[in-house]
């Protein structure tokens, strides 16, 4: 993967001072240079500029970008985040239209099938992507963005110019471009947060291409187009045709993602979904004379401290056992301790540019770390939950009858630090009932459906727009921050569009919750994997954690100069601090409890502080 970053003005002259523009470029792309250390380039045409840095996984010698090719005495520039999976059917498309390629990168395949069929083009790539194209021949600058947003892109409007990057970091290295914050930003963080509206870069004038769109930009402004999207229609496959249809797609999806000129790896976490796209990794590999590295992920002394729940039923370490056994792969079992996963709590508001997931995502950041040392791609069994209903909220009475986000229903827990006055002005149960209500409007109906069926549909409507952007966003800055490309086979979009319309009574077949997957991968795995009862990302149970995040949080209180103490109550932290946490009652997700609120409030506070965050009246 890579960083891409840019700018786009119809009334400036870049050209006219060419060092100075490049390197403004080379700063955007410099702060994003752990998405991509392998090398780095700019593009300067007379209204535009493109700068990208790069890890080098497919054509590792002339896959150098931006990538330039001229048309007619015009010329076309890209700049490429992302990996196409179907690169030699497009290839092959354009060489029997005529064209030639001068390297084996997919990114000139994708400026050439530009150049051939317009814009439109995106419609034929089968990938995960945000890419930005230059056409010096209309003028005008195109971002486009993969089908569910895998890959990020934002873009701002400063001062007439438009200026976009992979990540936010690369806008704010934009001359005069300073992060804001507005009470919409706040609410974002202190009454959605972790999860993030689509569409906005929660910062004040930022914004993101939308998954499945992309935007053009010329003389008369922006032209957003949305090039997919969802579409409800009866399902009209039986249950046998259903499973077989579901385990091509699967299984074709994770042979695609294994393209690389670099040997890749999965994390393997011991349940149904990292072993499916593990099995079927080793036994490609094994057709190739090659052993499948897996990985998988826990904490120090986790088996003393584990505590099981609803949420989380069991530990991963025995099924990991045998699925190693049963793939014979060449295993690394990592862990972390409770110092690291609070120590790279402020690397990971680094990588996010953002408050995220606390330790769930620090501890992310740590395990990708590791695996960097091995290899450099790693595919995981990612938005499989999303996607097939894994989800206790697809199936619990609580969560239908909730007019709410079903991973936060109740609000109470989020307020319990926040002083009185700044809850007053932030009208958290607005913003939320509000920003709710226009995502399940959007939800793509179907004549016919049982009420239950169409609750349903809402509730897979919210994951797709919502927590599984919440969690691809965690995989792509844990994993980019220390270079390495994760690769998620569950988000190809064929597998999305099939899924969306088979019915609940198919997705949880005789009352198996992701009964369809698991039957799909019969013969895959052994039984005893299969049919293994969901547990999701393991996380810490150590009392030492949260103790010492505790006194983390003390100094914090010390700390007149501390930014988050402007939004809190000292009193009401105090009472926190000195109460037990409950750690079966999450409060975002299934893993996000006490500890996870006062690693959250330590991450904002160093976001604030260390991003120079401006908050605007």
């Known amino acids: 993967m890579c960083g891409?970053?840019?700018?786009?003005?119809?009334?400036?002259?870049?050209?006219?001072?060419?060092?100075?523009?490049?390197?403004?470029?080379?700063?955007?792309?410099?702060?994003?240079?752990?998405?991509?250390?392998?090398?780095?380039?700019?593009?300067?045409?007379?209204?535009?500029?493109?700068?990208?840095?790069?890890?080098?996984?497919?054509?590792?010698?002339?896959?150098?970008?931006?990538?330039?090719?001229?048309?007619?005495?015009?010329?076309?520039?890209?700049?490429?985040?992302?990996?196409?999976?179907?690169?030699?059917?497009?290839?092959?498309?354009?060489?029997?239209?005529?064209?030639?390629?001068?390297?084996?990168?997919?990114?000139?395949?994708?400026?050439?099938?530009?150049?051939?069929?317009?814009?439109?083009?995106?419609?034929?790539?089968?990938?995960?992507?945000a890419m930005a194209i230059w056409d010096g021949a209309?003028?005008?600058?195109?971002?486009?963005?993969?089908?569910?947003?895998?890959?990020?892109?934002?873009?701002?409007?400063?001062?007439?110019?438009?200026?976009?990057?992979?990540?936010?970091?690369?806008?704010?290295?934009?001359?005069?471009?300073?992060?804001?914050?507005?009470?919409?930003?706040?609410?974002?963080?202190?009454?959605?947060?972790?999860?993030?509206?689509?569409?906005?870069?929660?910062?004040?004038?930022?914004?993101?291409?939308?998954?499945?769109?992309?935007?053009?930009?010329?003389?008369?402004?922006?032209?957003?187009?949305?090039?997919?999207?969802?579409?409800?229609?009866?399902?009209?496959?039986?249950?046998?045709?259903?499973?077989?249809?579901?385990?091509?797609l699967v299984q074709d999806a994770i042979c695609r993602q294994m393209v690389s000129d670099v040997p890749i790896c999965t994390f393997l976490s011991g349940g149904v979904d990292s072993s499916l796209v593990s099995a079927v990794c080793a036994r490609e590999l094994k057709k190739q004379g090659k052993r499948l590295s897996t990985f998988s992920f826990d904490f120090v002394d986790n088996e003393k401290y584990f505590k099981a729940n609803a949420f989380q039923p069991s530990q991963d370490r025995p099924y990991v056992e045998k699925m190693v056994e049963f793939l014979d792969s060449d295993h690394h079992y990592l862990e972390c301790s409770h110092v690291s996963q609070a120590d790279l709590l402020y690397d990971s508001v680094r990588a996010h540019d953002l408050p995220p997931m606390a330790d769930v995502d620090s501890s992310m950041l740590y395990f990708c770390s590791l695996v960097k040392d091995y290899n450099k791609v790693a595919l995981t069994g990612e938005c499989a939950d999303e996607i097939f209903g894994g989800y206790p909220w697809f199936h619990k009475k609580e969560c239908f009858e909730a007019e709410t986000f079903p991973w936060t229903m109740d609000l109470e827990a989020?307020?319990?630090?926040?002083?009185?006055?700044?809850?007053?002005?932030?009208?958290?149960?607005?913003?939320?009932?509000?920003?709710?209500?226009?995502?399940?409007?959007?939800?793509?109906?179907?004549?016919?459906?049982?009420?239950?069926?169409?609750?349903?549909?809402?509730?897979?409507?919210?994951?797709?727009?919502?927590?599984?952007?919440?969690?691809?966003?965690?995989?792509?800055?844990?994993?980019?921050?220390?270079?390495?490309?994760?690769?998620?086979?569950?988000?190809?979009?064929?597998?999305?569009?099939?899924?969306?319309?088979?019915?609940?009574?198919?997705?949880?077949?005789?009352?198996?919750?992701?009964?369809?997957l698991r039957d799909a991968g019969q013969g895959l795995v052994p039984d005893e994997i299969l049919y293994r009862r969901k547990s999701p990302y393991p996380k810490t149970y150590d009392t030492h954690y949260e103790l010492l995040l505790a006194d983390r949080v003390r100094e914090l209180l010390e700390d007149p100069l501390a930014p988050v103490m402007a939004f809190l109550d000292r009193r009401k932290v105090e009472k926190f601090l000195a109460c037990p946490s409950d750690y079966g009652k999450p409060w975002y997700g299934q893993l996000m409890a006490g500890p996870q609120m006062l690693a959250y409030v330590l991450q904002i506070n160093y976001w604030l502080k260390e991003y120079q965050i401006e908050i605007l009246g």
């Open 414 to 516: 989020r307020k319990v630090l926040l002083a009185d006055d700044f809850l007053n002005s932030l009208h958290m149960e607005d913003y939320v009932a509000e920003t709710y209500a226009r995502s399940v409007a959007e939800t793509p109906r179907l004549d016919g459906d049982s009420p239950e069926e169409a609750r349903r549909r809402e509730i897979s409507y919210l994951n797709l727009k919502w927590f599984m952007q919440t969690l691809l966003n965690r995989m792509d800055r844990t994993s980019m921050y220390s270079g390495l490309e994760a690769r998620v086979p569950f988000a190809d979009h064929r597998i999305v569009e099939y899924l969306w319309n088979v019915p609940w009574e198919m997705k949880a077949h005789e009352g198996v919750v992701k009964g369809l």
């Open 4 to 129: 891409i970053a840019g700018f786009f003005n119809p009334k400036e002259n870049y050209l006219e001072s060419k060092d100075h523009y490049e390197e403004m470029l080379s700063s955007m792309s410099r702060v994003q240079r752990r998405r991509g250390p392998d090398d780095n380039g700019v593009y300067l045409a007379d209204i535009c500029g493109l700068a990208h840095t790069r890890l080098s996984i497919v054509d590792l010698t002339t896959g150098h970008q931006p990538i330039v090719r001229w048309c007619e005495g015009k010329e076309f520039a890209i700049v490429y985040n992302g990996e196409t999976y179907n690169t030699k059917e497009l290839k092959d498309k354009l060489v029997s239209r005529g064209w030639a390629f001068s390297t084996a990168s997919d990114t000139e395949v994708l400026l050439t099938a530009y150049m051939e069929f317009g814009p439109e083009f995106v419609k034929q790539v089968n990938g995960i992507f």
């Open 138 to 248: 209309r003028k005008c600058l195109y971002l486009f963005r993969d089908r569910l947003g895998v890959k990020p892109l934002y873009y701002a409007d400063f001062h007439e110019t438009m200026l976009f990057a992979s990540e936010l970091k690369g806008l704010f290295a934009y001359p005069g471009f300073r992060p804001q914050l507005t009470m919409r930003g706040l609410n974002e963080v202190f009454s959605i947060g972790p999860a993030k509206t689509y569409g906005q870069g929660t910062f004040e004038h930022v914004l993101e291409v939308l998954p499945g769109h992309f935007l053009r930009f010329d003389g008369e402004g922006k032209h957003d187009t949305c090039y997919w999207s969802l579409t409800s229609h009866p399902h009209e496959d039986d249950y046998d045709r259903t499973v077989e249809k579901t385990s091509h």
